[in-house]
């Protein structure tokens, strides 16, 4: 059975006709849940009456197109190390192996403000005091809560590293972590072909609990 078939049937990966279109970065066409989407688009109405420009990024994401990101990003760390243990512990400070991203969920949106809106940029220190998203920063962090939006990796837990623009849905995303605990990702990995997938199912354990499961405790 093929991954994407298994995060289906397990209810951890959209389906297309469950999607729409929200408010995107320029260039971008993004789409999540319907019931994600609405009260995305209040909070981005609500943050505009507060003068605050807000966007998606990114939002649903398949298993093809991941793995797309995962195999260029390993590659690119291995021709930089050299070696696939060292490239795994790198692409995964902030890049998810197909299977492990939120983003399969279509619950998840990865935020972008003012005038990286016309940009789609994401970058950490973007959102730093100072940053052109230091507004939208503090505006999401007051605000966020009350239209059901929480950001996974708001800290650094031991996993990946910190992204202040990456907000889930909580009531949608909080119900799959059930369902993704459930599947045996030993076996699961050991059957893919995406680079880096055999030590991913040798560390497979260890690394669900560091990566998958330390996040903001709200979302467990």
């Known amino acids: 059975m093929s991954l994407t078939a298994i995060l289906r049937e397990s ?3 959209a389906l297309p006709d ?24 209040v909070m981005v109405r609500s943050a505009a009456e507060d003068g605050i420009r807000l966007g998606a990024a990114s939002g649903f994401r398949s298993v093809d197109r991941q793995t797309q990101i ?7 760390a291995l021709a930089q190390f050299g070696d696939p243990q060292s490239s795994l512990c790198r692409v995964m400070e902030f ?10 969920w279509g619950c998840e949106i990865d935020i972008v403000a003012g005038e990286l809106v016309d940009e789609a940029r994401l970058e950490p220190e973007d959102w730093e005091e100072g940053g052109p998203c230091a507004s939208a920063n ?11 939006f929480a950001k996974p990796y708001e800290d650094f837990r031991g996993g990946f590293l910190a992204e202040p623009w990456h907000w889930s849905f909580v009531p949608a995303s909080k119900p799959l972590m059930a369902r993704i605990k459930r599947i045996d990702w030993r076996w699961v990995f050991r059957q893919e072909k995406f680079e880096g997938a055999q030590l991913l199912s040798a560390q497979s354990n260890r690394l669900f609990n560091d990566f998958v499961l330390s996040i903001n405790p709200c979302l467990l």
């Open 95 to 104: 890049s998810a192996p197909p299977g492990w991203s939120r983003h399969h």
């Open 11 to 13: 209810g951890l990966e």
């Open 18 to 41: 469950h999607l729409i279109s929200v408010t995107s970065a320029k260039d971008h066409y993004v789409e999540v849940l319907a019931v994600v989407a609405h009260p995305f688009e």
């Open 70 to 76: 995962w195999n260029a990003k390993f590659r690119g």
């Open 138 to 148: 503090l505006w999401l962090e007051e605000h966020g809560a009350s239209y059901g």
